[in-house]
């Protein structure tokens, strides 16, 4: 199963609000996470909070059979549970723009 990480950073003063969104993912909508991720096709999700003098980041690793489709799906969904994910994780918690061009692929360096 093809795996892939990524660092997001997380916008200043935002981490307690991205830790409630995860909390509210793992408890009362944790169904509707779960299929969320079925749909979008990870197999995988972990995340880690990372704290830098750089800013705090969110460590991510996915296991997938098409990542690309992954970023895609949860960029485009209209589906309620991605919505919300979308709006207060992807956009209000990491400043993400949903209408831009996914980034470049990470490189491999030491696999």
């Given amino acids: 199963m093809p795996s892939y990480a990524f660092a997001?950073?997380?916008?200043?003063?935002?981490?307690?609000?991205?830790?409630?969104?995860?909390?509210?993912?793992?408890g009362a909508r944790a169904a509707e996470y779960?299929?969320?991720r079925q749909r979008v096709g990870l197999t995988t999700e972990r995340v880690w909070l990372q704290q830098t003098p750089h800013g705090d980041f969110a460590v991510v690793y996915w296991e997938a059979a098409d990542i690309g489709k992954v970023f895609e799906s949860?960029?485009?969904?209209q589906d309620p549970f991605d919505q919300w994910f979308r709006d207060k994780v992807l956009v209000?918690?990491?400043?993400?723009?949903?209408?831009?061009?996914?980034?470049?692929?990470?490189?491999?360096?030491?696999?």
Avoid: R
């Avoid at 916008?11 to 995860?22: D, E, F, N, Q, T």
């Avoid at 949860?74 to 969904?77: A, C, E, F, V, Y």
């Fill in 92 to 111: 209000g918690v990491h400043g993400m723009d949903p209408a831009a061009p996914p980034p470049p692929m990470n490189e491999p360096i030491l696999t």
């Fill in 8 to 26: 997001n950073p997380v916008l200043p003063g935002k981490v307690a609000a991205w830790k409630g969104y995860v909390a509210e993912m793992t």
């Fill in 34 to 36: 779960q299929a969320s």
């Fill in 74 to 77: 949860l960029m485009t969904s």
